[in-house]
């Protein structure tokens, strides 16, 4: 295996800002993009290859599967794209049709890397491919809140005035509807956040059900207005490949699958989580209020009545 060798598995809007966002990173020293259309797959290679010289030495180039059997890192952007006034789960079937096109030529390969699943819904279908892939569960993972995660810190930083870097607060669950934020641990740098909101003469309790809302339907309003969310996934994939390939153990809200953690099982749910070369190296119980963790039960409960009706044998 190749630490520094990537496949990105699909190059739509949001596998070729993946790409783009990893020649950029200068993390790995190959990447190969594979696509249904093999043109598109092409092209994009040739595009970002011609960025090299502003970038570091890398080789880029449109493959099929046999070239991830070494990689360290297979991205899976693969299937459609959300429509407008479609949900995450909406895209399921669709999605893990396409799912199960893809996994057993991966499970061909015997790859001893990390299968990071980024399409939608991400939760399934990282789900699905932790079944189906014939990789060990804690080298199969998603994407998970970390975006959402992401946009939660912004506009919290954005209403105080704070550097969006110093605000420590996660969304976990689902990535999708029934998402929660984890208000009753949220903190600017250790001080707490519903004393940070009264330094600031503001009421955390009349701002709480905006912000969150805000997050939560964050990406319908892109894709009403622009067809597609694609560039902060993108930063949020190389956040997720840099603490591979540094083997940073940082923590996360990856989709992992979960083994009685929050008296869950047998379900992929985005939690906090300690992520290094390895992939999921420990799922992190953290502390929730009643209400919080009753909500996450709801999530985990929407997901499951989603994977009951599939078909994985």
């Known amino acids: 295996m190749d630490i520094r060798k990537c496949a990105v598995i699909g190059c739509g809007f949001v596998g070729a800002s993946i790409a783009f966002s990893l020649v950029e990173s200068g993390l790995f020293t190959e990447l190969v993009l594979i696509d249904i259309n093999r043109k598109k797959a092409e092209g994009e290679a040739m595009d970002l290859s011609h960025g090299v010289p502003f970038a570091q030495p890398m ?30 789960i909406d895209l399921v079937h669709k999605n893990v049709r396409v799912m199960k096109s893809i996994l057993p030529e991966l499970k061909k390969q015997n790859c001893e890397g990390i299968l990071l699943v980024v399409s939608n819904p991400v939760d399934i279908l990282t789900y699905v491919a932790a079944k189906l892939s014939g990789f060990p569960e804690d080298r199969v993972f998603g994407s998970g809140t970390v975006l959402d995660t992401a946009r939660l810190k912004y506009l919290l930083g954005e209403r105080l005035g704070v550097d969006s870097r110093s605000v420590h607060a996660f969304i976990i669950g689902e990535h999708g509807d029934s998402e929660l934020p984890v208000w009753s641990s949220a903190n600017i ?125």
């Open 59 to 88: 080789k880029i180039w449109a493959g099929d599967y046999s070239d991830t059997a070494d990689c360290g890192l297979i991205i899976l952007t693969a299937g459609a794209n959300q429509q407008p006034d479609e949900t995450r």
């Open 189 to 313: 740098s250790g001080v707490d956040l519903s004393d940070f909101f009264r330094m600031h003469g503001a009421d955390m309790e009349q701002e709480e059900k905006r912000i969150y809302e805000s997050v939560r339907d964050s990406a319908y309003e892109i894709i009403e207005k622009k067809g597609a969310t694609y560039y902060a996934i993108a930063m949020a994939v190389r956040r997720i490949a840099e603490c591979i390939l540094r083997d940073e153990h940082s923590v996360l809200p990856v989709s992992t699958m979960l083994s009685g953690q929050y008296g869950l099982s047998d379900i992929c749910l985005g939690v906090p989580s300690i992520v290094d070369r390895g992939g999921v190296e420990q799922v992190l119980e953290i502390p929730l209020s009643r209400e919080e963790n009753e909500r996450l039960q709801e999530s985990a409960k929407a997901l499951r009545e989603v994977l009951d009706q599939l078909e994985l044998e």
